[in-house]
């Protein structure tokens, strides 16, 4: 991967034709789309409704540039070759993030996002 900057306020990133860059791709729109999130909120995430949001955006936006890129890492993903998108698929995968990030915890953004 080559990140490139252009001095006129944007990035160019070029990235090589191997799996493992494009994975890494699929990362960064993936954390970009969650950057994107977080500028429009223009504060931190406070609920686990607002953490499942931005992770199925997240994840629809790595969808559409699997199915840009025609491949998939696993018959979980939310576009899989042949199989196409699933909204279901993302939404698993959003869950999964979650608990990964939250566990059992329902403190702080893992909550319900009122005050206690
Ligand atoms: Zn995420």
């Not at 070029?14 to 860059?21: A, G, L, N, P, Q």
């Not at 969808?63 to 042949?82: C, I, L, M, R």
């Amino acid at each position: 991967m080559n990140v490139t900057p252009v001095f006129d306020g944007t990035i160019a990133i070029s990235i090589s034709e191997t799996r493992k860059s494009r994975d890494a791709a699929a990362d960064i729109i993936h954390e970009g789309a969650h950057g994107l999130d977080d500028q429009k909120r223009g504060r931190s995430i406070s609920s686990r409704n607002e953490r499942k949001e931005t992770e199925v955006n997240a994840y629809t936006a790595e969808a559409h540039f699997q199915k840009a890129e025609n491949y998939a890492t696993s018959f979980n993903d939310g576009w899989v070759p042949g199989l196409g998108f699933s909204q279901e698929k993302v939404k698993k995968q959003a869950e999964s993030s979650i608990l990964v990030a939250c566990g059992q915890s329902t403190a702080g953004s893992c909550g319900s996002g009122e005050q206690p």
